[in-house]
């Protein structure tokens, strides 16, 4: 049983369709890659299966840890272990970050069924985790994502998937605005999350993500299906031809 | 058939004994006048209509010998502030601080049974307090003086009229925190009336940081104006928090006579079920280079109203004026609503103005963003409304008061709140 099966899925936006049938099977262990050129309908795929509002499903199926998971609201799917990174992090003045953080833990933590967390080891693992993305401590006082650089926003998402340790982690372009030091640390962080019981799927543009974070399978989705599906290399030959060789074979 | 409002004001007033001149006045003129109807008033939704659920308009007993004791109403009292109390609109001075702590603060405190002069809004509500209003609290601050005013409404239908006149001499400074709370805490009929006054004088280079917190039960109908002075080079940073009350009507009128005179005025909101909170603020530039600046945050839930007007006018003996108003109000129910109007009339070139006004409903976006981070639902929007309100909560400087506000409007949100949400 694969951790994420989609199978035919097809998704409107607007009443527009996008996702035209994707099929896509990820492993429990894996990092997977979804490329594509823009329109393509890489973020749409990552909003559904996280269930956005607006995003309609009309056909195919979607089943995450064996479970169905399109009937699930979205925060029915966080709690059952789906992280969503986005690509554009809202900014929430008047909320701290440490509220959040911590409220999030404890709604995964209640549907497992444990107490919450405790203040001190709530510090303590978010300080660790925030060592990691190298994050300034005044941070956790601070208004989520408020004022915060575009580099900034995609470190602290990649710091609550830290802190919330999902099953699977969909990370939307979070490699975009990013300098190659900010690339380096947001791609250690991702990493420090990669083991035998989770998957990664990268949602991005860019090869160059992927010498920090190496896939174990890519993509390409075109026209709201996977056209064709590789190792890594496929991304390097990616980056050398783009995508349109890809789209005339499918065309022809 | 039961008489109106103002029929049932007379008849109380004539069974009251004695009178003093400027009450019988007063009396006179509401008999020749009667009570505004929204034809005569601008109000969006507290009209005077609301008098009709009041039964007793004659004042309560607090402050008085042999009235209920009203310290259990108290809240915890605030460090570093002297206390001052007024129960039913009476000083009680068993329960505020000593005279000789407020003289060393370089506070006078008078008493006066004569209800303050009229300010620039008198009208029906001047007239109800100098019918019925038992004494004026005059404070005179000629130093650097920290104080809470706890006005008490104690339990029952009987009226309050809380009266104060604060002057501020010349480079004074203080900081005032105005506390409204008790009264009839269930929303049934017939209400109580809370009928609040407050004058401020400010002189040259005072600076009054004002905040005010009102926090009625359901029960009462609050009625408060407020009318202010400003010298030049005087500061007035007025924070007012809105939660209680079944209706809440608040006017204030403020003039900027001096040059450079400076207002900074935030006013926050939140009302659900069938609540009222309606806010109607006019100022006045009338000498040059005054700044004005105002924001007000609302919230209706449920069946509930808000609306602030803010109105300024400034013509040529206020050129150089800086303005800004920013209002924002926030629908979170089908039958919700809020109607915001900032109104700028500038009669001068010389002016730097901006003004602003949005409605919505939360945000979608910012919505779904939590719900992705696992939060539920009621959580989410309550947090989001939290936020919403950030900028004015975030205005509050006194630790302790900041906290007593953001648990009196998590209180009013939703219980689901913990506290510490603030950044």
């Given at each position: 049983?694969?951790?994420?099966?989609?199978?035919?899925?097809?998704?409107?936006?607007?009443?527009?369709?996008?996702?035209?049938?994707?099929?896509?099977?990820?492993?429990?262990?894996?990092?997977?890659?979804?490329m594509?050129?823009?329109?393509?309908?890489?973020?749409?795929?990552?909003?559904?299966?996280?269930?956005?509002?607006?995003?309609?499903?009309?056909?195919?199926?979607?089943?995450?840890?064996?479970?169905?998971?399109?009937?699930?609201?979205?925060?029915?799917?966080?709690?059952?272990?789906?992280?969503?990174?986005?690509?554009?992090?809202?900014?929430?003045?008047?909320?701290?970050?440490?509220?959040?953080?911590?409220?999030?833990?404890?709604?995964?933590?209640?549907?497992?069924?444990?107490?919450?967390?405790?203040?001190?080891?709530?510090?303590?693992?978010?300080?660790?985790?925030?060592?990691?993305?190298?994050i300034?401590?005044?941070?956790?006082?601070r208004?989520?994502?408020?004022?915060?650089?575009?580099?900034?926003?995609?470190?602290?998402?990649?710091?609550?998937?830290l802190?919330?340790?999902?099953?699977?982690?969909?990370?939307?372009?979070?490699?975009?605005?990013?300098?190659?030091?900010?690339?380096?640390?947001?791609a250690?962080?991702?990493?420090?999350?990669r083991?035998?019981?989770?998957?990664?799927?990268?949602?991005?543009?860019?090869?160059?993500?992927?010498?920090?974070?190496?896939?174990?399978?890519?993509?390409?989705?075109?026209r709201?299906?996977?056209?064709?599906?590789?190792?890594?290399?496929?991304?390097?030959?990616?980056?050398?031809?783009?995508?349109d060789?890809?789209?005339?074979?499918?065309?022809? | 058939?039961?008489?109106n409002?103002?029929?049932?004001?007379?008849?109380?007033?004539?069974?009251?004994?004695?009178?003093?001149?400027?009450?019988?006045?007063?009396?006179?003129?509401?008999?020749?006048?009667?009570?505004?109807?929204?034809?005569?008033?601008?109000?969006?939704?507290?009209?005077?209509?609301?008098?009709?659920?009041?039964?007793?308009?004659?004042?309560?007993?607090?402050?008085?010998?042999?009235?209920?004791p009203?310290?259990?109403?108290?809240?915890?009292?605030?460090?570093?502030?002297?206390?001052?109390v007024?129960?039913?609109?009476?000083?009680?001075?068993?329960?505020?601080?000593?005279?000789?702590?407020?003289?060393?603060?370089?506070?006078?405190?008078?008493?006066?049974?004569?209800?303050?002069?009229?300010?620039?809004?008198?009208?029906?509500?001047?007239?109800?307090?100098?019918?019925?209003?038992?004494?004026?609290?005059?404070?005179?601050?000629?130093?650097?003086?920290?104080?809470?005013?706890?006005?008490?409404?104690t339990?029952?239908?009987?009226?309050?009229?809380?009266?104060?006149?604060?002057?501020?001499?010349?480079?004074?400074?203080?900081?005032?925190?105005?506390?409204?709370?008790?009264?009839?805490?269930?929303?049934?009929?017939?209400?109580?009336?809370?009928?609040?006054?407050?004058?401020?004088?400010?002189?040259?280079?005072?600076?009054?940081?004002?905040?005010?917190?009102?926090?009625?039960?359901?029960?009462?109908?609050?009625?408060?104006?407020?009318?202010?002075?400003?010298?030049?080079?005087?500061?007035?940073?007025?924070?007012?928090?809105?939660?209680?009350?079944?209706?809440?009507?608040?006017?204030?009128?403020?003039?900027?006579?001096?040059?450079?005179?400076?207002?900074?005025?935030?006013?926050?909101?939140?009302?659900?079920?069938?609540?009222?909170?309606?806010?109607?603020?006019?100022?006045?530039?009338?000498?040059?280079?005054?700044?004005t600046?105002?924001?007000?945050?609302?919230?209706a839930?449920?069946?509930?109203?808000?609306?602030?007007?803010?109105?300024l006018?400034?013509?040529?003996?206020?050129?150089?004026?800086?303005?800004?108003?920013?209002?924002?109000?926030?629908?979170?129910?089908?039958?919700?609503?809020?109607?915001?109007r900032?109104?700028?009339?500038?009669?001068?070139?010389?002016?730097?103005?901006s003004?602003?006004?949005?409605?919505?409903?939360?945000?979608?976006?910012?919505?779904?963003?939590?719900?992705?981070?696992?939060?539920?639902?009621?959580?989410?929007?309550?947090?989001?409304?939290?936020?919403?309100?950030?900028?004015?909560?975030?205005?509050?400087?006194?630790?302790?008061?900041?906290?007593?506000?953001?648990?009196?409007?998590?209180?009013?949100?939703?219980?689901?709140?913990?506290?510490?949400?603030?950044?």
């Open positions: 049983m694969s951790l994420l099966e989609i199978s035919d899925l097809h998704a409107s936006v607007a009443g527009q369709p996008v996702l035209r049938g994707i099929t896509l099977a990820v492993e429990a262990g894996e990092v997977h890659a979804i594509g050129p823009n329109g393509s309908g890489k973020s749409t795929l990552a909003h559904v299966l996280a269930g956005r509002p607006g995003y309609e499903v009309t056909a195919g199926q979607v089943r995450f840890d064996g479970q169905p998971l399109l009937s699930l609201a979205p925060e029915e799917r966080a709690r059952a272990g789906l992280f969503l990174g986005f690509q554009y992090p809202v900014e929430i003045p008047g909320v701290n970050n440490a509220y959040l953080l911590r409220a999030a833990l404890n709604a995964q933590r209640r549907q497992r069924g444990l107490p919450e967390i405790d203040a001190f080891d709530f510090l303590k693992l978010v300080k660790q985790r925030m060592q990691t993305m190298q300034d401590e005044s941070f956790l006082s208004g989520v994502n408020e004022g915060f650089s575009g580099g900034e926003k995609k470190r602290n998402e990649i710091l609550q998937m802190v919330l340790e999902p099953k699977l982690a969909l990370l939307d372009e979070t490699d975009s605005g990013l300098d190659i030091d900010a690339l380096k640390v947001v250690r962080g991702v990493n420090t999350l083991s035998p019981e989770r998957a990664i799927v990268l949602v991005t543009h860019y090869q160059r993500l992927l010498d920090h974070i190496v896939p174990d399978r890519v993509h390409v989705l075109a709201g299906r996977i056209l064709r599906s590789g190792d890594r290399e496929l991304a390097l030959e990616l980056e050398r031809r783009g995508y060789w890809i789209l005339e074979q499918a065309a022809a | 058939m039961r008489m409002a103002a029929a049932r004001i007379l008849e109380q007033y004539a069974a009251l004994q004695p009178h003093a001149p400027a009450a019988d006045a007063a009396a006179q003129q509401l008999a020749a006048l009667g009570l505004p109807d929204s034809r005569d008033e601008q109000w969006r939704y507290a009209n005077l209509r609301a008098l009709d659920g009041i039964a007793d308009f004659r004042p309560g007993r607090g402050g008085q010998p042999n009235a209920a009203a310290a259990r109403a108290l809240p915890e009292p605030l460090p570093d502030h002297l206390r001052l007024l129960v039913d609109g009476r000083f009680d001075a068993a329960l505020s601080c000593p005279p000789a702590a407020l003289s060393a603060a370089g506070v006078g405190l008078a008493r006066s049974t004569n209800p303050g002069p009229a300010g620039a809004t008198s009208g029906p509500l001047q007239l109800l307090t100098r019918m019925f209003a038992a004494e004026t609290l005059t404070l005179v601050c000629s130093a650097d003086a920290r104080l809470e005013l706890c006005c008490i409404a339990a029952g239908n009987a009226a309050g009229y809380p009266t104060l006149d604060v002057q501020l001499a010349p480079d004074a400074t203080l900081q005032l925190v105005e506390r409204h709370l008790g009264g009839a805490q269930r929303a049934s009929l017939p209400g109580q009336l809370v009928c609040a006054s407050t004058r401020l004088t400010l002189a040259a280079n005072a600076t009054l940081r004002h905040y005010r917190l009102q926090e009625y039960g359901a029960g009462v109908l609050w009625l408060d104006n407020q009318d202010a002075r400003l010298a030049r080079d005087a500061r007035l940073i007025l924070c007012q928090i809105g939660v209680g009350a079944a209706t809440a009507r608040h006017t204030a009128h403020i003039a900027l006579a001096g040059e450079r005179a400076e207002l900074h005025w935030q006013a926050m909101a939140v009302a659900n079920g069938r609540q009222v909170n309606d806010t109607w603020v006019r100022v006045d530039p009338l000498a040059r280079g005054t700044v600046q105002q924001r007000f945050r609302g919230i839930a449920d069946q509930a109203r808000v609306a602030c007007s803010a109105e006018k400034v013509g040529g003996a206020g050129a150089g004026a800086r303005v800004q108003q920013n209002l924002r109000g926030l629908i979170d129910g089908r039958g919700a609503e809020v109607d915001l900032p109104r700028l009339e500038i009669r001068t070139d010389d002016i730097q103005a003004h602003g006004a949005t409605t919505g409903q939360l945000d979608e976006t910012l919505l779904f963003y939590l719900l992705s981070r696992g939060l539920d639902p009621a959580t989410a929007r309550t947090l989001l409304k939290w936020a919403f309100l950030g900028d004015v909560l975030g205005e509050i400087t006194v630790p302790a008061l900041r906290r007593v506000a953001e648990q009196a409007a998590a209180g009013q949100l939703a219980d689901v709140l913990a506290s510490g949400a603030m950044s």
